[in-house]
């Protein structure tokens, strides 16, 4: 392989060999740096004006046990929103939600009529469905069981929520299972 080398490759190897020429201070134009804002009178300033404001610190609304109570009923009640659709999707894929569709409603329409032996497979599904949409909610002992250490948490890093974020929380519960069926497939 043959590489092409013409006079500009060589013009550019001489200029880059050649050694650089060193400018001094007085070159430099310190004009060109200095921003176009308005003039600033630095004698004005005072080590009062730069002194850094102290902050109030915002009194605590909640306990740290009250805080533990409300995020514990947050993570609860999201638990409980959020996860039966999730596991009913997870559970009842493609076809197979069809037929848990059609068994839910002739078990809620005709309570009297017995599973046909092809419906038994879905219904086990129903029952496990059950069980573990039942054993979403926090129960006492669970609750319990976590409020102390988060309390203990919240207490140790000193984590105050503000007014906004417990209204949020607050707000939250309630309205969200209002909104929840606007995002649910009722066909």
Known sequence: ???????????????LSEGTEAKSETDINQD?????GPEIDESNF??????????????????????AKLYIAFMDNSG???????YQKRMFRGELFNKYKDL??????????SILPEEKPVYEKMILYKELVEGV????????????????????????????????IAVGQVIVPRLMPLFMNFE
């Open 137 to 168: 909610p926090f129960t006492k002992e669970e609750i319990n069981i976590m409020q102390p250490p988060l309390a203990a948490f919240l207490k140790k890093h000193n984590m105050k929520s503000s007014a906004e974020i417990l209204l949020m």
């Open 46 to 67: 005072s080590a009062r004006q730069l002194e850094p404001e102290i902050i109030q610190e915002e009194k605590q609304i909640l306990s740290f046990e009250d805080q």
């Open 104 to 113: 839910k409603y002739k078990m809620a329409v005709h309570p009297e009529e």
């Open 80 to 86: 409980s929103l959020f996860l039966p659709p999730m």
């Open 32 to 36: 060109d740096f200095k921003e176009q």
């Open 1 to 15: 392989m043959k590489f092409n080398t013409d006079q500009k490759d060589d013009d550019l190897l001489k200029v």
